[in-house]
């Protein structure tokens, strides 16, 4: 029986369809939302490496992070047991960690579906997450 879901999400419709499946299909289930703040972004935002820029940078994405879970619990029901959390590390590591330590029974996961070159270059969360989790992931696309 399915009691306590982890679902991955960064704001992306592909991780809003993850939510809308997991509480339609478990509606009774205990759901965690989880958003990872990823440290390589860091480097792609002007002042990097500056200490100062670095904590301007980790602020933003915490507010960022906020943001984005509250914008996805607000699609969840009022009455669905709902936490959040965030992370900081990489993406799938820190998913695979978190199911795992958590002890949830399922990781529902959404994935943008890319293929060939994108996907390479890309890399994709998703597939990450199902090759190295010991926790079930259903993957919604």
Not at 28 to 46: H, K, M, Q, R
């Amino acid at each position: 029986m399915i009691r306590r879901i982890l679902i991955p999400v960064d704001g992306s419709p592909p991780s809003k369809a993850a939510v809308e499946f997991a509480t339609d299909e478990w509606p009774d289930a205990e759901f965690t939302l989880l958003n990872v703040i990823n440290p390589v972004e860091a480097g792609y935002s002007p002042g990097a490496g500056v200490p100062s820029g670095a904590e301007d940078w980790y602020e933003g994405a915490r507010t960022q992070s906020e943001s984005v879970l509250a914008e996805m619990q607000s699609e969840i029901g009022p009455d669905a047991n709902v936490e959040t959390m965030t992370e900081v590390g990489r993406p799938s590591q820190a998913i695979v960690e978190v199911a795992e330590e958590g002890d949830f029974d399922l990781v529902v996961i959404g994935s943008h579906g890319r293929k060939g070159v994108s996907r390479i270059l890309l890399g994709s969360v998703a597939e990450a997450v199902v090759r190295s989790s010991a926790v079930p992931a259903l993957v919604v696309r």
